[in-house]
DNA sequence: TACTTTTAGGCAATAATTTGCCTATCAATA
DNA sequence: TATTGATAGGCAAATTATTGCCTAAAAGTA
């Protein structure tokens, strides 16, 4: 298919040798890493790089990774937030996914786990997607409602279509949607489904 | 300003004490409460009545609160759910988290906790933003397109009125949308003005 | 080649949304 | 009390969306 991007991941803890570990597994496997020590660290490395996902130890000296999310957040709203920590309260695990985190791993981490959670938010929310996602993500909030909704929507559908490979059927069932509705909305949304699987004969 | 119809809470439990309690304690603070031994009377319930809130558990005998939920959600996509339990496993929180739980508490439920979230779910339909962020951002996959675009349109609207102080005028600019089409979505969504800014008058 | 599967557009009936116009309520105030 | 401003609902016309039915092109397969 086509050359994407690298997902590159902002992996936060206080731990150096956790922060070793994990980014060299992940290096291996093809996923660029940046490592931070601290959330203060980390919030500036969020200014000096485009960063797709941020995994983050719940629990670090100055301030806790929940906090350290919270700011993420307000430059990067919708950034996808995996959690991890050991012996973790139900009060923080469920802080944590009322901010939105996609998991909650328990430390200590199954590389393996990790490595398919990113998988799976590069399958679903990331690769070939990231311009619709700022599409919607990034509009403004001076956007008309309607103008804002149908962005949106052309993400889901971006979405499903590439989670799918492409197989409108499946499509058509992930999305719960009418065959003729779904080709109209792509017609509408300018969604063209050989575009996003990097058809190469576009 | 005008007058509510009180809260209807659905209490599910395999445990009959647990029922009998925590209904007693609800029904004496104003809260209707249906009660449900097991799942699929609950899933009945729900067919019966218009159920506002879910309050379950998430251990019991025969199918666990998460299948339940996701049936749940089946007919009422963007219910309110909370859940509860003892002993939960990680994995357990953040799967009944991902559902879009508003809450999860941990058994036995100190009541007064019950009863505070309950009270702000009242004040504001989906409980606060975040959670009605949650409905739009964290809906899974597995929902049709045209609710998850909804949950967003919902999540836009309330964010654009809290923002404007409930001032719809400021709203209307804000959103660029016609005012009639704005009220109508407004009671199609399910929501509420006054709720949102916490109005005690109800 | 012939057959099947997948995808997609044309068209029309039906359903839903949008919007302007009118009215009504409520609170604040002259 | 009368008036004004902000908010909302009823109604109906105009617009748009949905969907089933039909056809057809393209890709894959026997």
Do not use: C, W
């Amino acid at each position: 298919m086509e050359v994407k991007k690298p997902t590159l991941v902002l992996l936060v803890d206080d731990d150096i040798d956790v922060l070793g570990a994990h980014s060299r597994f992940l290096r291996l496997n093809d996923i660029d890493v940046i490592v931070a020590e601290s959330s203060a660290t980390a919030l500036q490395r969020m200014q000096e790089s485009d960063i797709d996902i941020i995994v983050t130890d719940l629990r670090m000296p100055e301030s806790n990774g929940i906090e350290f999310a919270q700011q993420a957040r307000l430059s990067r709203p919708l950034i996808p937030i995996i959690f991890f920590s050991g012996y973790a309260q139900v009060r923080d695990i469920v802080a944590a996914m009322k901010l939105g985190a996609v998991e909650f791993l328990e430390k200590p981490i199954d590389p393996d786990e990790l490595l398919e959670v990113i998988g799976a938010l590069q399958k679903s929310h990331y690769g070939s997607l990231s311009n619709s996602r700022k599409a919607f993500d990034g509009l403004a909030d001076e956007y008309p409602l309607r103008m804002r909704v149908l962005a949106y929507e052309k993400y889901l559908i971006e979405s499903a279509i590439v989670q799918s490979n492409g197989q409108i059927g499946l499509v058509l069932e992930a999305l719960q949607v009418n065959r003729r509705t779904l080709n109209d909305k792509m017609s509408k949304l300018g969604i063209s489904r050989d575009a996003l699987l990097g058809d190469t004969n576009q």
